[in-house]
T-cell receptor, first 111, second 115 residues
Framework: DAKTTQPTSMDCAEGRAANLPCNHSTISGNEYVYWYRQIHSQGPQYIIHGLKNNETNEMASLIITEDRKSSTLILPHATLRDTAVYYCIVRAGGGADGLTFGKGTHLIIQP | NAGVTQTPKFQVLKTGQSMTLQCAQDMNHEYMSWYRQDPGMGLRLIHYSVGAGITDQGEVPNGYNVSRSTTEDFPLRLLSAAPSQTSVYFC??????????????FGSGTRLTVV
């Protein structure tokens, strides 16, 4: 699976959009970009994933650059409950070898 | 629909004791897996299963056994607990990762301390 690079930490004001970047310059054509988050002491929570088109669901939007070498997760109206560690993971659509979690980005939503 | 249920939530073991961490899912997911998370670190894969009767090792399998007799259950056994196994354990399940990709559903974790 391709390696990802994320900032260690970010702050965002409550009510504003939180934009979390991820670099994955070695991504292969069959690899998806997945985002998970882990709120303190809880199990990771799946947020969204995409291949090359932008994706949106009830939690967030995922913007993938045209060359697929980077992406941005957008939480449109951040709340205090969005404070968590956010993981960007790149992996192929098939396979059963699990997820490789890096250090992620610690997003802190400020009141 | 309860999702992924892990029991117990907390456990303290003495070195050398054995125990089984339970994981059950009610989503008819073929794929189930176990991760451990040590303080300040990301999750690491211990064992996984792609269906009943089929299991395989992940990144850190030593000291752990698994079996998959039903689609719903995937217990993790520690045969002789060691302090190095003190960690938070998460179970996760999903549909098999076909071409479209699927997100994993994680349980709430079991916090294990070995003294």
């Amino acid at each position: 699976d391709a390696k990802t690079t994320q900032p260690t930490s970010m702050d965002c004001a409550e009510g504003r959009a939180a934009n979390l970047p991820c670099n994955h310059s070695t991504i292969s054509g069959n690899e998806y970009v997945y985002w998970y988050r882990q709120i303190h002491s809880q199990g990771p929570q799946y947020i969204i994933h995409g291949l090359k088109n932008n994706e949106t669901n009830e939690m967030a939007s995922l913007i993938i650059t045209e060359d697929r070498k980077s992406s941005t997760l957008i939480l449109p109206h951040a709340t205090l409950r969005d404070t968590a560690v956010y993981y960007c993971i790149v992996r192929a659509g098939g396979g059963a070898d699990g997820l490789t979690f890096g250090k992620g980005t610690h997003l802190i939503i400020q009141p | 629909n309860a999702g992924v249920t892990q029991t117990p939530k907390f456990q303290v073991l003495k070195t050398g004791q054995s125990m089984t961490l339970q994981c059950a899912q009610d989503m008819n997911h073929e794929y189930m897996s176990w991760y451990r998370q040590d303080p300040g670190m990301g999750l690491r894969l211990i064992h996984y299963s792609v269906g009943a009767g089929i299991t395989d090792q992940g990144e850190v399998p030593n000291g752990y056994n698994v079996s998959r007799s039903t689609t719903e259950d995937f217990p993790l056994r520690l045969l002789s607990a060691a302090p190095s196994q003190t960690s938070v354990y998460f179970c996760a399940s999903s549909y098999l990762q076909g071409a479209g990709g699927y997100g994993y559903t994680f349980g709430s974790g079991t916090r294990l301390t070995v003294v």
